[in-house]
């Protein structure tokens, strides 16, 4: 981690309106490269300078690292509310496997019925990260693709969360088809959890649906 003060000095308000590219290029000395480098950060209230102004610090890690630098803040403040890695719902046994699905095996689709039949439960509806694009994929029955293109060309995608025990989850996907696959799905509050996606090669001659913000977008508008 690596720890900056957030503001470098202090500036008038008429330092401001006098010379504000200097005041902002001085501003942004300790956090500019923050968002270039694709970093986490976090500021911090550290208390007043013995002339009144208020002093902080920001702490700076890598992408994803939100949770921790959370806590970290924590603990320099001494703030007692609490901020917690997301953990299982009380309801889900300790040995259940969450999986993200953004297409039709969500609540009323078509293959939903997969999860039904293993006694899967319902967690909750998410979105992504704004990581991915959906393709609407060809062949019969019509489903989707969700592939990780990355924050520079993804977006969010409507999502649930089911949790299955270890054995369903196993029969699940031994009988998964290609072009489909399961691997890591981050979702938009930071969490990483196994999920539903497509094998790259079969996007290609795919239609793209993600302005539709998910299957269901997309079905609701005659696709």
């Known amino acids: 981690m690596l720890v900056m003060p957030t503001a470098p000095t202090k500036f008038s308000p008429t330092d401001a309106r006098q ?3 200097a005041v902002l290029a001085s501003l942004s000395s300790c ?3 923050v968002n270039l480098l694709d970093l986490a950060s976090i500021s911090v209230p ?3 300078r013995t002339d009144g102004i208020p002093f902080g610090l920001s702490l700076i890690a890598p992408a994803f690292s939100d949770w921790e630098l959370c806590r970290i803040a924590k603990m ?10 997301p953990k299982k719902p009380s309801h889900a046994d300790a040995s259940d496997i969450f999986l993200v699905v953004t297409g039709t095996h969500m609540m009323g689709g078509s293959m939903n019925h997969e999860l039904l039949s293993r006694r899967a439960t319902f967690r909750e509806s998410v979105e992504t990260a704004p990581d991915y694009a959906l393709y609407a994929l060809e062949g019969e029955p019509p489903r989707p ?15 649930e969360v089911w949790a299955l025990a270890p054995e369903a989850f ?25 999920g539903f996606l497509c ?3 079969a996007t290609r001659k795919a239609t793209p649906i993600s302005a539709f913000g998910g299957w269901r977008g997309f079905l609701a508008a005659g696709g």
């Not at 691997?183 to 196994?194: E, F, M, P, S, T």
């Open 46 to 48: 550290m208390g007043f």
């Open 31 to 33: 956090s500019g490269f």
């Open 76 to 85: 320099v403040t001494g703030e007692t509310s609490s901020i917690k890695t």
């Open 145 to 159: 693709g969700l592939v990780n293109v990355g924050s520079m060309m993804g977006v969010s995608i409507e999502a």
């Open 199 to 201: 094998e790259e090669y």
């Open 170 to 194: 196993a029969s699940l996907i031994s009988g998964m088809a290609t072009p489909m696959c399961v691997g890591n799905v981050r979702l938009k509050d930071g969490q990483i959890i196994k």
């Open 19 to 21: 010379r504000p590219a």
